[in-house]
């Protein structure tokens, strides 16, 4: 009897942590996703200063090739964190895939 109940507690930890790993990886997965959009934000708004002309000009820091160069940096930026985003939700997916199918097997 004790054996038996040793064993489906041990069951439910591994099922449990299972579970918590899913949980995680797309917790991940929505964090790159916002950083991502925060990113594209700024790229955004770097440019729309760029079209604004109502600031005080500061060579080599305010000039519209720095504030372009700035703002396509940050949309690099963004572009990756998009991807890593993509990556952490594939990887999501495929640990559920890999979880259905150890189940299937057991």
Known sequence: MKKVMIAASC?????????FA?????AKEAKK????EKKMNK?????QDVNDRSRI??????DDKTKLAEARKKEEKAVKKAMK???KDVKA????VTKKADRVDD
Request: charged share 30%.
């Open 33 to 36: 996703e916002m950083k991502a």
């Open 85 to 87: 985003s993509d990556a």
């Open 11 to 19: 069951a439910l930890l591994l099922f449990a942590q299972g579970a």
């Open 43 to 47: 790229a955004r708004e770097k440019r």
């Open 22 to 26: 899913q949980a995680v990886q797309e």
């Open 57 to 62: 000009e500061v060579p080599m820091v305010s």
């Open 93 to 96: 997916k495929a640990k559920a």
